[in-house]
């Protein structure tokens, strides 16, 4: 799952949903499925603005370790191993470039006028 996180991580979020849908990895499906839910929550946030004329992208992604299952195979010789079957935490946060532009404009104009 890191490694899908890194090839989407900063990308914008039509770009980022083209990579997942063509990847054959175990987890592409899961992720694809976690960034539209991520821009449907913006959706509802935001009700003024289209993600794609917002120039909505994935600000930040993270991958943490989650529960682990432990299962037993059998082995050979009355053995055996153990399977541990991982799952894991995405932490999505998605931005749009418009508003961090109006926002860095605003500082801007502040920081003349202090001067």
Do not use: C, F
Not at 27 to 48: C, F, H, I
Not at 88 to 98: A, G, Q
């Amino acid at each position: 799952m890191r490694l899908l996180a890194d090839l989407v991580r900063g990308k914008r979020v039509d770009h980022a949903l083209n990579i997942l849908k063509v990847q054959s990895r175990y987890g592409a499906d899961q992720l694809y499925k976690l960034v539209r839910s991520a821009v449907a929550n913006w959706e509802e946030k935001n009700p003024e603005g289209r993600p794609e004329e917002m120039g909505l992208y994935i600000k930040t992604i993270q991958v943490d370790g989650g529960r682990m299952l432990k299962r037993l195979q059998p082995a050979p010789q009355g053995r055996a191993h153990r399977i541990r079957k991982r799952s894991n935490h995405i932490t999505l946060v998605v931005d749009s470039k418009v508003a961090v532009e109006v926002e860095e404009a605003d500082v801007n104009n502040e920081s003349e006028s202090a001067n």
